[in-house]
């Protein structure tokens, strides 16, 4: 569900998810996999109000694209670092092929139109709940090492010049959530 | 625990079973994973097929090799005329273009509130070609205009393209780089261009072009041999650039004041009967009209223009004149004789004026003209059939009859923008606002254009004035049309593919134009693949587009330089012309003389000039993060001032300045040097990116451009890019 915030989905998709039934299922559920902390409680009462599709969609084609001063694409390899130091800010480079192999070896197909970005937030997410139905502790292993890039991407939402915060708020449920799992291994 | 009931739908396409892979293959740590990745790392990179650096107009070929899906390594083909089998810096720094962070991913359309957002291929094309039909439709097809910089596909679809629709408002770069150069020489010798067979000198003049600043490492090979056979190699420059490694003597010259160099030695020559008469006699017009002109610029007269002792200029045409015809003056490019000065294109001019003088034309050692390059034969399949040609001629031809049609002024069109006859503006890859000349005009131009689309890998300062943007793959994501070219030896080349395509939403320009044309109801024009007539073209040469992409390039020496055959000189009169009529329409003499520059330095005045770094192609490559780091590790924004015109103002080296004149002003660091003429600073160009989209490139250097005005040469409509003055002052005094 999660996942769903940062991927391009249908109206019909995205106004079933944020139903209100839908959506406090969603938060309480996220209320119970974290711990209590002033963060997590900010960031859950800015999910409270999820934008409309209009507004989705409308902040996606600003800042989910290349090219912009604005642009904030979650994908991996333009926040992660890495030997490469000042160069690291490119697509392609190690998430992404680390995304695509393991993909591959479990039989999973990464959609053709992210072929350039396995990486992709969203992909990662989608990984992690595929991970967690099979084998809870690989799903552990597999968030402790791939979303150690999200406080860098949390700082880049911030400094975009638009209300990025309930895509900040996610991040940084979503990082709440990787807090508890891995004090839990 | 996450609850897989809320997971709903998701992203990843999975076989049945593919659970259980997980349990029981097991699953593949990151761990795991980088100790795998580790052990082959020695890996070599696979062999992936010929690519064509993309980093500036030179197209040097390369072998890519690929490891993991991304590129790994390129290696130059030696087969390719002008990339020698060694890319250069900016060779291997764009070759990371495909990865950058900063590339366009999507169409983007321009908002009301001046954002970009975006918006479908459908939408851009519905919306695009539907104002396009609405403009020819009542403003007729001349109300359009391309600007754009010829890479071969691009060349080829958006001409085709532009052409199905009607217009003949075809512009490309030339008016910031070589139009007066390349229309002056036609106006001498028949063609825009020529080289010299270096290798074989005795002696070579260079007047304000460096090699090694400049585009191909083929010159710079080509200098060094010239050094390492023991030419004679003379720089005639303001500046002491980088190519002062291969030669024996500097002269720097006052900036804009060649043309009196040039006519000066000419003089020297023609007094002392060296000149090769034979030549003059058999191959020449106009040369007694010449002749009686150069009796007023004696050396005397040239020094106190030049700077240059009258002994010198004496001393240089009589070496150059002794060693022909195994020897020249190289024929320039963008500065002095490309678009630098109002007197640019008459430069162009003398300097194949005074090659005439010393009979030097294809002879071994000397200038050379470049053979025709192999040229595709009649292709027999309807559909590759030209549309209608154009009867119009594109606007700026009439204004400047001299000039060469296919690089007539992109500055004029921009004032037809201006004044409402033209509505609608693509461009291709073409930074114009970034550099063509001052970037503030041209900004306001362009922003008020009816409709303005640019295709592009990133958002430039053209790009972010245009309306709408179409991201274009790189140029290692496609399959491209071979090209011939024409060079000492003529080379064939294609570019193939090496990587898939990176992001999804972006399309290469070949398949852009085709569907623009769908959209604009000229679609009928395209109606085959680019493989289909990629190998249509090549059997006319007896090739298949296998064999190229097997072999990437191929040359033709048999097809290289007749030295000694007689030349087919390509001139209305059929010879060498030292004077012709035609310049008489845009107010010149028929033969060359001084025409001073349109500015002069006076008082605490400099003339502002510029030129190349290696490692930079103008703004082209400014927001490669390799290569801009290039640029901060050696403090390469740095202007160059004169140590006594320093010391004057009371400027230190390494100091803060502030560079300043009417149009513009900003900070900088100074190089303090004697190796630069005192009456003028050196500004590299290529710096002071404004968008801010390039985050690498932008508020990095100065804006050359920002300082020069927004003018033409009223003879071949150059953008005169060093017909500007500035003043310097040091930050805080």
């Given at each position: 569900m999660l ?7 249908s ?45 989705k969609t ?11 001063p604005g ?13 490469a ?6 697509y ?10 393991l ?15 396995p990486?992709?937030?969203?992909l ?25 890039w ?13 209300d ?9 449920v979503?990082?709440c959530?990787?807090?508890?799992w891995?004090?839990?291994r | ?7 709903r ?48 107009y ?8 690929v ?30 273009m ?17 954002d970009?957002?975006?918006i ?9 070609g539907d ?12 109300a ?14 958006v ?8 217009c ?7 008016v ?9 020489l ?9 080289g ?5 000198a005795?002696?070579?003049?260079f007047i ?23 030419a ?8 002491y650039?980088?190519?002062?490694g ?6 720097p ?14 003089h020297?020559?023609v ?9 003059i ?7 007694d ?16 223009i ?6 010198d200029?004496e ?35 003398a ?20 053979p ?13 059939a ?11 031809a009439?204004?400047?009859?001299v ?5 007539v ?8 923008i ?8 693509v461009?291709?890859?073409s930074?114009?606002v ?21 295709i ?7 790009a ?12 290692l994501?496609?399959d ?8 000492a ?26 569907e ?11 109606d ?25 390039s191929?040359?033709?020496p ?17 010879k ?11 107010g ?33 490559t ?14 390469l ?25 009417d149009?513009n002003?900003?900070k900088?660091?100074?190089?303090v040097?004697?190796r ?29 451009m ?6 033409r040469d ?5 953008t005169?890019?060093?017909e ?8 805080g005094?």
């Amino acid at each position: 569900m999660l996942s769903w915030c940062f991927a391009p989905v249908s109206r019909k998709e995205w106004e079933a998810a944020t139903d209100v039934d839908a959506w406090s299922e969603l938060l309480g559920f996220l209320t119970g996999e974290t711990k209590p902390s002033a963060r997590r409680d900010a960031a859950l009462r800015r999910l409270a109000v999820p934008p409309t599709y209009e507004e989705k969609t409308g902040f996606a084609s600003r800042h989910f694209t290349g090219g912009l001063p604005g642009s904030a694409l979650p994908v991996e390899s333009l926040y992660a670092q890495s030997e490469a130091g000042p160069f690291d800010q490119a697509y392609f480079r190690e998430p992404a092929w680390y995304m695509r192999d393991l993909a591959e070896s479990l039989g999973l197909e990464i959609p053709a139109s992210f072929a350039a970005y396995p990486d992709h937030l969203f992909l990662e997410l989608d990984m992690a709940v595929f991970l967690h139905a099979a084998n809870p502790e690989d799903a552990r292993d597999f968030v402790a090492h791939r979303f150690t890039w999200l406080p860098r991407y949390v700082a880049r939402l911030k400094s975009i010049n638009a209300d990025a915060s309930f895509y900040v708020a996610v991040i940084e449920v979503l990082m709440c959530v990787v807090d508890a799992w891995r004090e839990e291994r | 625990m996450l609850d897989a009931k809320l997971s709903r739908r998701g992203f990843l396409a999975g076989a049945a079973g593919a659970a259980a892979a997980v349990g029981a293959s097991g699953y593949l740590s990151f761990g795991a994973w980088e100790k795998a990745h580790a052990d082959e790392a020695d890996d070599e990179p696979r062999f992936a097929g010929h690519s064509a650096c993309g980093g500036c107009y030179s197209k040097c070929a390369y072998s890519a090799y690929v490891k993991n899906g991304r590129l790994g390594k390129i290696v130059g083909d030696k087969d390719h005329a002008f990339g020698v089998g060694k890319p250069c810096a900016r060779g291997y720094g764009w070759s990371q273009m495909a990865y950058s962070a900063n590339r366009l991913t999507d169409p983007l359309k321009r908002t009301e509130d001046g954002d970009f957002e975006v918006i479908s291929w459908d939408q851009a094309y519905q919306e695009i070609g539907d104002k396009i039909k609405e403009i020819i439709a009542t403003s007729g097809p001349q109300a359009l205009s391309l600007v754009e910089t010829g890479s071969v596909s691009m060349d080829f679809y958006v001409q085709r393209l532009f052409t199905a629709l009607g217009c003949a408002n075809m512009y490309r770069h030339g008016v910031a780089c070589n139009l007066a150069r390349n229309s002056g020489l036609l106006q001498s010798i028949g063609t825009g261009d020529f080289g010299a067979d270096y290798a074989n000198a005795k002696a070579v003049m260079f007047i304000g072009r460096s090699f090694a600043d400049g585009i191909r490492p083929a010159y710079v090979a080509e200098v060094k041999a010239a050094r390492d056979n023991g030419a004679y190699l003379i720089m005639v420059d303001p500046r002491y650039n980088s190519s002062m490694g291969f030669c024996d003597e500097w002269l720097p010259i006052n900036p804009g004041t060649d043309l009196a160099f040039i006519l000066a030695m000419a003089h020297v020559v023609v007094r002392d009967g060296l000149e090769d008469k034979e030549f003059i006699e058999s191959d020449t017009v106009g040369f007694d009209i010449w002749a009686e002109s150069l009796k007023q610029y004696t050396p005397e007269w040239a020094e106190k223009i030049t700077g240059i002792a009258a002994a010198d200029i004496e001393r240089l045409a009589k070496l150059l004149a002794e060693n022909a015809p195994a020897a020249s003056i190289d024929s320039g490019w963008r500065a002095v004789t490309g678009c630098s000065y109002i007197n640019s294109g008459e430069t162009a001019r003398a300097i194949a004026a005074f090659n005439g003088l010393l009979g030097c034309w294809n002879k071994p050692g000397g200038a050379i003209l470049f053979p025709a390059a192999p040229a595709f034969g009649k292709l027999e399949d309807p559909r590759f059939a030209a549309p209608p040609a154009v009867k119009d001629k594109k606007l700026g031809a009439k204004e400047y009859p001299v000039s060469l049609y296919s690089m007539v002024s992109a500055n004029f069109l921009m004032e037809q923008i201006q004044e409402g006859n033209v509505r609608g503006i693509v461009f291709c890859q073409s930074n114009m606002v970034g550099g063509y000349s001052n970037p503030k005009v041209l900004e306001e131009i362009l922003t008020s254009a009816e409709l303005s689309v640019d295709i592009e890998v990133q958002m430039t300062d053209t790009a972010r004035c245009c309306k709408y943007v179409l991201p274009d793959t790189s140029f290692l994501e496609r399959d491209d049309l071979p090209w011939s070219f024409a060079y000492a030896v003529p080379c064939l080349t294609l570019r193939s593919q090496v990587v898939d395509v990176l992001h999804p939403n972006t399309r290469p320009v070949h398949q852009i134009a085709k569907e623009l044309a769908e959209a604009c109801g000229v679609g009928q024009y395209f109606d085959f693949t680019l493989d289909e007539l990629a190998e249509a073209q090549l059997n006319t040469l007896g090739l298949t587009l296998t064999e190229m992409r097997e072999k990437g390039s191929i040359s033709y020496p048999d097809k290289g330089v007749d030295y000694g055959a007689p030349i087919k000189w390509g001139t209305a009169s059929g010879k060498f012309q030292f004077a012709n009529d035609d310049m008489t329409k845009v107010g010149l003499t028929p033969d060359v003389n001084w025409i001073e520059p349109l500015v002069m330095p006076s008082g605490d005045e400099f003339r502002l000039i510029g030129g190349k770094q290696p490692i930079h192609s103008q703004s082209w490559t400014t927001d490669n993060p390799e290569l801009i780091q290039i640029t901060h590790d050696y403090d390469l924004t740095r202007i160059w001032m004169n140590a006594a015109r320093a010391a004057e103002l009371g400027i230190a080296d390494g100091d803060e300045v502030e560079v300043y004149n009417d149009l513009n002003t900003g900070k900088v660091r100074v190089k303090v040097t004697e190796r630069l003429n005192p009456t003028c600073i050196w500004m590299p160009s290529g710096y002071g990116c404004n968008s801010p989209d390039l985050t690498n490139a932008y508020g990095v250097g100065l804006s050359f451009m920002s300082f020069v005005p927004f003018q033409r040469d009223p003879y071949y409509g150059a953008t005169m890019s060093q017909e500007a003055l500035v003043k310097v002052r040091k930050v805080g005094a």
